[in-house]
């Protein structure tokens, strides 16, 4: 998973060179970028992967820095998943780095909270029954904005998360690395 996560940004930087002037420039002060779709995660410490409805909201306060809000919302894989739920919130900042063309890369971090569950299929010791815990999460995030018109972008970013399910059962990692990409909208607030 991590070697498809690093061939694909191989492959996108290029489009960073090949970026087109724009005559209005669409990353400004004011913009809202929003976007919604399914994300890909694999987890560094157990032998499973995610996959997540993923939605984010961000609001550029200047040129370079935004503030962000991140949902996913956890679809099982399968019946032999470790966990039940994961549901995960993050909010943080970006700093996007100025290119002065219709790509806009970023690096942010963000602290969240999970709501995740141990799946009941797994035995547990003493059989107890495993709870739902909000855990905290911090998650470091790069990737780039294409805008490719006024009102819409297309979008690829990569996260690590860092975090422990701590619940009655005991404490599972939630490390794990996460790709993202899509088709996004923008809303300019500000003339």
Do not use: C
Not at 29 to 43: D, E, H, M, N, V
Not at 62 to 81: H, M, Q
Not at 125 to 139: C, D, E, H, Q, Y
Not at 148 to 174: E, M, P
């Amino acid at each position: 998973m991590v070697k498809n996560i690093l061939v694909a940004i191989l492959l996108t930087s290029g489009i960073y060179s090949f970026g087109q002037e724009t005559s209005e420039q669409v990353v400004r002060p004011g913009l809202i970028r929003a976007q919604g779709t399914i994300s890909f995660g694999s987890f560094s410490d157990l032998d499973q992967s995610g996959l997540y409805l993923h939605g984010d909201l961000e609001y550029y306060l200047n040129p370079n820095i935004t503030a962000r809000g991140d949902l996913y919302f956890y679809l099982k894989p399968n019946n032999e998943s470790i966990l039940e739920h994961n549901h995960q919130l993050f909010s943080g900042a970006s700093y996007h780095i100025a290119t002065g063309s219709n790509i806009d890369p970023y690096i942010g971090l963000q602290p969240g909270l999970a709501v995740s569950q141990v799946s009941n299929t797994i035995l547990t010791a003493g059989n107890k029954n495993p709870r739902p815990a909000a855990s905290p999460l911090i998650s470091g995030v790069f990737g780039f904005n294409y805008y490719a018109a006024k009102w819409f972008h297309l979008f690829a970013d990569a996260r690590y998360v860092y975090g422990d399910h701590q619940s009655n059962i005991g404490t599972l990692s939630l490390n794990e690395f996460r790709f993202s990409f899509g088709l996004g909208f923008n809303i300019q607030t500000k003339k």
